[in-house]
């Protein structure tokens, strides 16, 4: 009877918590009708928005996957005040705002900046261009993989890799044959996060590449423009950008339960 009634008052705790969380997505859900959400849809700015955003966000994705694994394995294998302060700064995008990450890319590759400079005597100006919006969204979804590949990387026993090395195969074959497959579940899960992270990336990249359309307007800031003059418009985008969280979300689960039951 104790139990039943922990049960139910963690329940009863929890409840304004979840009401919280499920119902403005249900309000989205229901928010427009087909016709209208159609309608929607057929804005001239879905389409390019939708298109930018896939795009960049499968390249900011690759970049920090193929970049990330190899810095989530090296954090994982080292406990050193050097590996603790560089996780500390990798990790450090999290909890800053996007704003503040989109001023600081601002100082360092604008006209003024670090590296803006330099770049814009050799003719290459990154910001208001779509290799910014690749590069907030790299800033920001970069911290999510990383975490979690590391995480992954640490429940692999390391004997496991003495093993394979004593069984003729060479250290990066050994990472990538023993390590990687057992730390998949967890490359899995930062990827999803990494790709949901790039796809709803907003202040960074509204403050550093701008509200172009067709250049650097994402679906977030295509939603953003939208709300101003057409809601339907606005609320279409917003539908599609939350079903491909969903989709990324659900997808990514239940290819590491695959993986767990195989």
């Known amino acids: 009877m104790s139990d039943l009634r922990a049960r139910w008052g963690a329940g009863l705790a929890s409840a304004p918590l979840i009401a919280v969380l499920v119902l403005p997505l249900l309000a989205l859900t229901f928010a427009a009708s087909p016709t209208e959400l159609w309608r929607g849809v057929q804005h001239p700015s879905f389409g390019p928005a939708l298109w930018l955003s896939a795009r960049t966000s499968a390249l900011s994705l690759g970049i920090v996957v193929l970049s990330g694994t190899p810095l989530a394995w090296w954090l994982s294998r080292h406990d050193t005040r050097a590996s603790r302060a560089l996780e500390t700064l990798v990790t450090l995008p999290i909890v800053l705002p996007?704003?503040?990450?989109?001023?600081?890319?601002?100082?360092?590759?604008?006209?003024?900046g670090w590296l803006g400079g330099p770049l814009a005597s050799l003719g290459f100006r990154i910001p208001f261009s779509t290799v910014a919006v690749v590069l907030a969204q790299i800033v920001l979804a970069a911290p999510f993989y990383v975490q979690s590949a590391a995480a992954g990387f640490r429940k692999v026993d390391p004997d496991l890799l003495l093993v394979a090395r004593t069984l003729g195969v060479s250290g990066p074959q050994a990472v990538w044959r023993v390590a990687v497959p057992l730390a998949l579940p967890g490359?899995?899960?930062?990827v999803a996060l990494a790709w949901a992270r790039a796809l709803g990336e907003f202040g960074a990249t509204l403050l550093f590449a701008g509200n172009r359309p067709g250049v650097t307007q994402t679906l977030p800031l295509a939603i953003y423009a939208a709300l101003e003059s057409d809601v339907h418009t606005a609320v279409a985008l917003a539908l599609v950008l939350g079903l491909a969280s969903v989709a990324v979300l659900l997808g990514f689960r239940g290819a590491v339960a695959r993986w767990a039951a195989a």
């Open 98 to 112: 996007p704003a503040v990450v989109g001023i600081a890319l601002l100082e360092l590759f604008g006209r003024h």
């Open 187 to 190: 490359l899995t899960t930062g």
